[in-house]
């Protein structure tokens, strides 16, 4: 129960109360403006978390693709023949395994065929480069991910 007291000075009377702090909590608008203000730094987080994973799948794609293209020049110049597909590579001992292409999240990579020869004694051709199989394009170079 709250008791007010009247105390009389002068002209003007002045309210106290008794046993009551002045002021007990936030009001709804305080707590409206601070759960809006956290509201937009967390949109600004996930938006920054976003541009860095989709950072870190373009430098995996581009790992990716420079060690299946090593290990398919290597293969060539070892065996005096192209491989024929990923999976000869992983046979032969060149990749442990095919990677998975970070931008489809499946192993589908477009191999390129083509009747170039790398050195005088191949025998025969093949496989001489891989793409990843996303049309999408990167936010960051503009240029299609199969282009890569």
């Known amino acids: 129960m709250r008791m007010l007291l009247r105390i009389r000075t002068g002209d003007s009377s002045v ?35 976003e541009k860095s994973v989709q950072h870190a799948r373009e430098a995996t794609l581009k790992q990716d693709l420079m060690v299946m293209r090593q290990s398919i020049d290597n293969y060539t110049l070892d065996k005096q023949a192209a491989p024929q597909s990923l999976e000869d590579l992983v046979q032969a001992g060149y990749l442990r395994k095919v990677p998975t292409d970070p931008m489809t999240g499946a192993a589908d990579w477009v191999a390129q065929y083509d009747s170039v020869v790398l050195s005088p004694d191949q025998t025969s051709t093949g496989m001489v480069d891989v793409h990843s199989n996303s049309t999408r394009v990167s936010p960051f170079e503009n240029t299609p991910y199969n282009e890569w």
Do not use: S, W
Request: proline letters at 3%.
């Open 15 to 49: 309210r106290k109360r008794c046993g009551v702090p002045a002021r007990a909590g936030f009001t709804l608008i305080e707590l409206m403006i601070v759960i809006t203000i956290i509201l937009i730094l967390i949109g600004m987080a996930a938006q920054r978390y």
